[in-house]
């Protein structure tokens, strides 16, 4: 389990009407919005969303 960052606010918010919550985050200076990884949520990425418009992280941060 690892956080999933989207830079790309439609598809944020996109997941976030599937039932997907994420959190923002600055990163260098631009807001990402992370989401915990689920074996759900990874199915939706990768069968909407083309593998270079998210990123994963393996580690999780409270």
Same mark, same amino acid.
């Given at each position: 389990m690892g956080e999933i960052f989207v830079e790309d /606010? @439609? /598809? *944020? @918010? *996109?997941?976030l009407s599937l039932g997907f919550k994420y959190t923002k985050r600055d990163i260098g200076g631009k807001e990402v919005f992370v989401f915990i990884q689920t074996e759900e949520l990874m199915q939706e990425l990768n069968s909407k969303f083309g593998h270079g418009s998210f990123f994963i992280d393996k580690t999780l941060k409270f």
């Open positions: /606010k @439609d /598809k *944020a @918010d *996109a997941l």
